[in-house]
C-alpha cells in the first residue's frame, strides 16, 4: 500500500517537473527568446556579491533574468537561459555559478569570468577554423 502511495507521488513529481519545463519553454518562446542547453541551474552569493557598488550581472543579462530587489540580485530562473554572460562580466570570482547540459549530455559550469572567456574564445577559434576549412574546401 505504501509502495503504491509513493509510486504515485513520484508520477505526481515528474508530471509536475514535465509541465513546468514545458511552461517555460512556452514562456522563452512567446519572448522571442531562443534555449541552447537541455537544462541548466544558477545560484548566487549574495554574501560575497558586491551588488549595490556594482550590479553589472543584471546590465549584462540578455534576457533580464536578473534583478535588483530586497537588496540584492534575485534570479528568475524561467528566464536564465544560462548564457554565462553574468557570470563573464562579474567582479567576484565564484560569486556567480552557472551550469549547463549541452544537447550532447556534456555539462559545463562556470563560476569565473576567466572560464566564461575561455569557452567563448574556444567557439571562436572553432568557428574559424571551420570557415578557413570551408573556403579551401570549395
Ligand atoms: S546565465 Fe545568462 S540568462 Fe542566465 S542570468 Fe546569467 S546572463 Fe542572464
Ligand atoms: S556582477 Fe557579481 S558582484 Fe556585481 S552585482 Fe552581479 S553578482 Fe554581484
Redesign the pocket.
Known sequence: MCGAKSTDIFQMLLESARRRRELRSELLKSLGIKEYFTD?S?SINSVTCRGLECKL?IK???????YWGGGRVN?VED???????????CIVDDC?R?S?RRLDGKVETFSRPGEAAKLLQTISSRRRINLVDRVFRH
Not at 549584462?60 to 536578473?66: E, F, H, V
Not at 537561459?81 to 557570470?87: D, F, K, L, N, R
Request: glycine share 4%; with cysteine; proline share 4%.
Open positions: 541548466g544558477i550581472c549584462a543579462c540578455p534576457t533580464n533574468a536578473l534570479v528566464l536564465c537561459i544560462y548564457c554565462a554572460a553574468c557570470v563573464l562580466s556567480i552557472v549547463r
